[in-house]
């Protein structure tokens, strides 16, 4: 429930490189902020402010685009502008342990993202800004199919800010998009849109994955130029919220079917229709920019963090920060840096100290308090100790208070809440959290545990069921568990604090005209029927109250020692569990073992022993508790 451990991926481009030679003295490192970028450099503050200007253009274009006058960043980027070559390698991922040829990179990460820039070449921009489109996609625009997402990104990163007048011109194709396109069949449309992460035409190298990225470039510029942006909104509404084929959504959404669409297509790539357009900027030259220089331990600490977000220099960084720290044993961002390193080794006890230290040398850090948070869920669970929940709370009020747009820490503290029984306070940090980040399916899987919480079984139930589809093979396999969970609810009831209402919660829009598509089977607007019920009619239909259990449903795994069954369908199960002073056994009572939820296996057995087995129960007592459900594994 608490969510995945950070990840770490790397996204490169193959550029050709013009190398600066380098100067006899280390340059001083400076820090550019303008309204919502941070840029290091080493290259100068007027080449610095220049990099935080492209990207507050493009940051413009965005908005101007999908119509919005404010765009999330769910997790904080960081720009390291290089002023050559030479000192960019030190920074790139290796091949057979060379350092690869780049001008831009790349790097995302769970907690925060790099882009890296050569500033000693003509145009180091391209490739970066496709990745610099899926993150802000993940952050302003609800989940679609792969197609629209790498069509859009190769959109956006063809775009060219001319360097008079204010302008950027839109719409040119990819180098070799044009001969790729005409020069081979194209897709048919629900082909194309049937692609997934797990296809092969988008996983080999080839041809197929060349023409799957340049069409999908040409159906996005299509939905721009002939402005059907709003028809795609529903098409996405009824394909990723309501299941629809997408043949049948395609023509209630665009009113062709998908052989209309496949001409549509062909005639306005051999046409004459398709053009680039220009779109106007405000004067943002004159916009505040400040800037500071740097002192040497600081810049070191900034590169240091970049190292540990590549996985070929995690080991080289642990070492930059505790040299760091040797010089200058009160540096926060190394102390965080290296916390966070121990964290992903899972060396809790290492990490520890240094988020405290961090956390006291600059307090008004939020991500400091959320990895301490963090770091207190992930050492109960690797010593099977209670969680410290007000010690996490206290954390995550602290990082939300300083950074009000941090999706993370607002997902964890949902289930916290949820552990201490505040379902209403869990549903709306957990609304808050995929507010800031729509595609994050893990913040949509909390979010159905927080209706569960809540007794809303069938909104819930409408989640899982499209999280099951999903091709993300731990969401789809929660997916599945938690749909189990919500039948035994439905089957056998549940306390009655969950059987109560709570508003409809609107998921971002897929539109640009402010038109709000709601979460997976939730109406936006009260059915009349329903609500001129009478009082009478509603009451007979609510379901009796059931005994109230606040107890909440904890997990563990081990090993089915034995199962001991009575003659009136219930069970008492003996699982032995590992912890950090020795074996533990657990005594598991089942009311009636015929209506255990079982993941697994098809049928319960008073004949199990020595399996492996996964539990959501109850507590009763520090070695006894009531089973919800068990996994054979």
């Known amino acids: ?75 904080p980027l960081e720009i390291v502008a290089f002023r050559n070559t030479h000192e960019l ?31 000693s070449v003509e145009d180091p921009y391209q490739v970066v800004f496709h990745e610099y489109a899926h993150l ?11 197609w629209f997402d790498e069509g859009f990104a190769q959109y956006f990163s063809t775009i060219q800010v001319q360097v008079k007048g204010n302008q950027v011109q839109m ?27 797990d296809s092969k035409v988008y996983n080999e190298n080839g041809d197929y994955r060349s023409l799957f990225y340049e069409q999908s470039w040409l159906y996005v510029h299509y939905l721009f130029d002939t402005k059907k942006m709003d028809q795609a909104a529903k098409y996405f509404s009824l394909t990723q919220s309501q299941q629809v084929p997408i043949a049948q959504a395609l023509q209630q959404a665009f009113g062709m079917d998908a052989a209309h669409f496949d001409r549509e297509i062909h005639d306005y790539l051999n046409g004459d229709r398709m053009y680039g357009y220009t779109i106007d900027l405000p004067e943002m030259e004159t916009m505040i920019y400040t800037s500071e220089k740097l002192r040497p331990l600081d810049s070191q600490a900034i590169l240091a963090d970049v190292h540990l977000h590549s996985p070929d220099y995690i080991e080289k960084s642990v070492d930059e920060f505790q040299q760091i720290l040797g010089a200058d044993p009160d540096n926060a961002v190394a102390h965080r840096g290296l916390g966070y390193a121990y964290l992903l080794q899972n060396q809790f006890s290492k990490a520890a100290p240094h988020f405290e230290r961090a956390a006291v040398l600059n307090s008004k850090d939020p991500r400091v308090h959320y990895y301490s948070a963090y770091l207190m869920h992930e050492q109960a669970e690797a010593s099977g100790t209670e969680e410290n929940w007000p010690g996490m709370l206290a954390h995550l009020q602290t990082a939300i208070r300083l950074d009000p747009q941090f999706p993370d820490a607002y997902n964890l503290l949902a289930s916290v809440q949820i552990e201490q029984g505040a379902t209403d306070a869990a549903l709306e940090s957990s609304k808050a959290a995929i507010g800031l980040s729509p595609r994050n399916l893990q913040f949509q899987t909390v979010f159905g545990q927080c209706l569960i919480a809540a007794g809303k079984w069938d909104d819930a139930e409408a989640i899982f069921q499209r ?13 599945s568990k938690n749909l189990e969970l919500i039948e035994q609810y439905k089957t056998h009831g549940a306390p009655s604090h969950m059987v109560r209402d709570y508003p409809v919660y609107k998921e971002k829009e897929w539109g640009t005209n402010g038109t709000q598509m709601t979460q997976a089977g939730f ?27 606040k107890r909440p449903i904890r ?57 492996k087995v996964a539990v959501n129960y109850r507590e009763a007592s520090s070695d006894k508790g009531d089973l919800v459900s068990l996994e054979i594994q």
């Not at 342990?97 to 500033?119: C, E, H, S, T, W």
């Open 1 to 75: 429930m608490l969510g995945n451990k950070p990840f770490v991926a790397v996204v490169l481009a193959a550029l050709v490189l013009i190398a600066l030679p380098c100067r006899a003295k280390d340059p001083d490192w400076i820090e550019v902020h303008s309204q919502h970028f941070s840029v290091v450099s080493d290259a100068g503050d007027r080449r610095a402010r220049e990099v935080a200007l492209r990207f507050e253009q493009m940051y413009f274009v965005f908005g101007t685009l999908f119509s919005k006058q404010t765009v999330n960043t769910p997790v």
């Open 89 to 119: 390698r030190d920074f790139v991922p290796l091949w057979k342990g060379k350092p690869v040829q780049v001008a831009g990179l790349y790097q995302g990460g769970q907690d925060r993202n790099f882009i890296l820039l050569d500033l």
């Open 136 to 146: 802000l996609l993940n952050g302003n625009y609800p989940p679609t199919q792969l």
């Open 171 to 197: 719409g040119l194709a990819p180098q070799g998009a044009y001969e790729t396109l005409r020069g081979n069949p194209l897709f048919h449309t629900t082909d194309l849109f049937s692609v997934r992460h």
């Open 467 to 479: 999280l099951k589809l999903s091709d993300d093979p731990v969401i789809s396999a929660n997916a």
């Open 523 to 549: 109406k936006t607007t009260e059915n009349p029927a329903e609500t001129s019920a009478s009082p009478s009619a509603a009451s007979a239909q609510k379901p009796a109250p059931v005994k109230i259990d």
């Open 555 to 611: 997990f563990l795994k081990g090993t089915l020692v034995n199962v001991d069954c009575a003659r009136d369908s219930s069970a008492l199960l003996h699982v032995a569990v590992h912890t950090s002073t020795g074996q533990k056994v657990w005594s598991m009572s089942i009311a009636d073992r015929d209506k255990l939820v079982l993941v697994g296996t098809d049928s319960f057995s008073c004949e199990w022993n020595g399996q």
